[in-house]
């Protein structure tokens, strides 16, 4: 063995093929010579073929290195700015669906027509009154019929028929003011508190606008009134994972399945509050888009209180002895809401401690009194959150976007203005989120809804 393997390696393989058959090993070993050497050939006929404008190219550098040298010096920042930086997510613009007026609805007309539905005793229709009469909303809020109609069990074609007016008006306002194609959109989440269907609410979305097929879409249910910021949150780190993206959000809540028609006084005061609407907001990383962008994203806190029992069966969804259902917003929510705004505003504090425009969640009358005290908040502070109960009622997770389309209405929003948002729901949940305006905001002429 040791010998065959000297001669190996000393003089290769060596054929021994029968007398009169073909050599097939010589044949290939001389196949492997000749492939070898058309390759050194080959390597050196290019390597000369290079030779004359390298040395040209260095030539031309030598020269002219002087004048070459901010340029490039510029250039190389901009790459290390590009790469080194973190990347950050911009808001384009935004858009707050506006009912048609055949659905306003004043507090007398409310009245009225729970009256006719058949569905409320008299001590029922009381207690609304009188809830309607501290609720803080005005005489022009929107509200679906279906809810009052006699004898009308509200179904999953009401509620589909809905989600699909106050979403897709949202997103047709929105993408008419961007002049996105839809083709673009990598990203899409929707939040929508009560109704949660099979498709989803976001596979709605797909199907109507076709979004390409690689779509990344998330659909949020039961979150409450503070999931859009939420979702805000969920866009971002989807962003921050596929830079140069755009993200469609989608804030929402569907009235005609938060409408309680039974007579349990514990289940009726959200019949009072909850209004028709729908918030679209167009994100984007792409680093370009900082110079049409309305506003950068800062820092986005949440706080959840849902390991304490009483937060968490603060707000929640019931049945009565009937089966049927209503949301419970029990009398500890306020007592809930100021712990869990004191530990958010803890956090956000050490982050981002200053800011020039206040947007709270709409939710009512008395929850605005209770954070104007609390954090002694002027009435100038308050204006957005109040008007926008007045006029639109409480439009849930979409509230703070009425609110933000109202300071660009009246012309507020001033380049380097921070803007911070706060939104409470079921959980028990408080998430806030800083805006910086990047430019002076005029009032939108199409898609904002205080125009006239």
Same mark, same amino acid.
């Given at each position: 063995?040791?010998?065959?393997? &000297? ?358 009358? +008395? ?20 008007? &926008? ?46 805006? +910086?305006?990047? +430019? ?13």
């Amino acid at each position: 063995m040791e010998k065959e393997a &000297t001669k190996m390696m000393n003089g290769g393989v060596k054929s021994k093929s029968p007398k009169g058959s073909p050599d097939f090993l010589r044949y290939v070993n001389m196949r492997y010579v000749k492939l070898g050497y058309i390759y050194l050939l080959s390597l050196s006929c290019t390597f000369c073929f290079f030779i004359p404008p390298l040395l040209l190219l260095f030539i031309f550098v030598y020269r002219f290195l002087p004048i070459l040298a901010f340029p490039l010096s510029i250039f190389f920042l901009l790459l290390l700015y590009h790469f080194l930086t973190p990347s950050s997510v911009f808001l384009l613009d935004f858009s707050c669906y506006r009912p048609p007026d055949h659905l306003k609805i004043t507090k007398s007309d409310f009245i009225e027509l729970a009256m006719k539905s058949g569905n409320f005793n008299e001590t029922a229709i009381e207690l609304q009154r009188k809830v309607l009469d501290q609720s803080g909303i005005g005489e022009e809020s929107y509200m679906p019929r279906v809810v009052f109609k006699p004898g009308h069990r509200v179904n999953l074609r009401d509620g589909r028929e809905e989600a699909a007016m106050v979403i897709f008006g949202a997103i047709d306002e929105l993408l008419a003011a961007t002049k996105i194609n839809v083709k673009h959109i990598k990203i899409l989440v929707l939040n929508c508190g009560v109704l949660n269907t099979t498709p989803s609410l976001s596979a709605m979305v797909i199907n109507h606008y076709k979004l390409r097929h690689n779509t990344e879409s998330y659909n949020l249910g039961g979150m409450g009134c503070s999931a859009g910021i939420i979702a805000i949150d969920l866009a971002k780190d989807l962003l921050n994972a596929h830079q140069g993206s755009y993200a469609l959000v989608v804030s929402t809540e569907i009235v005609s399945f938060t409408w309680y028609s039974g007579n349990d006084v514990a289940l009726l005061p959200p019949n009072c509050f909850f209004r028709m609407g729908a918030a679209a907001v167009m994100l984007s990383s792409r680093r370009i888009d900082r110079w049409r962008a309305k506003y950068q994203l800062m820092q986005l806190v949440r706080t959840h209180k849902g390991m304490d029992d009483t937060s968490y069966k603060s707000i929640e969804l019931r049945e009565d002895r009937d089966g049927k259902q209503g949301l419970y917003v029990s009398r500890d929510v306020m007592e809930v809401g100021r712990h869990a705004l004191k530990a958010n505003i803890a956090t956000l504090g050490r982050l981002e401690p200053s800011f020039e425009h206040l947007c709270v969640l709409a939710s009512s009358k +008395k929850a605005l009194d209770e954070i104007q005290k609390d954090l002694k908040l002027t009435e100038e502070n308050m204006e957005a959150s109040r008007r &926008t109960l007045e006029r639109f009622g409480n439009t849930s997770s979409s509230s703070i976007w009425y609110e933000l389309a109202y300071l660009e209405h009246k012309g507020k929003m001033k380049r380097d203005d921070r803007v911070w948002q706060i939104g409470f729901g079921s959980g028990f949940k408080c998430n806030s989120v800083v805006w +910086k305006a990047l +430019k002076n905001i005029d009032s939108p002429r199409h898609n904002n809804p205080w125009n006239l």
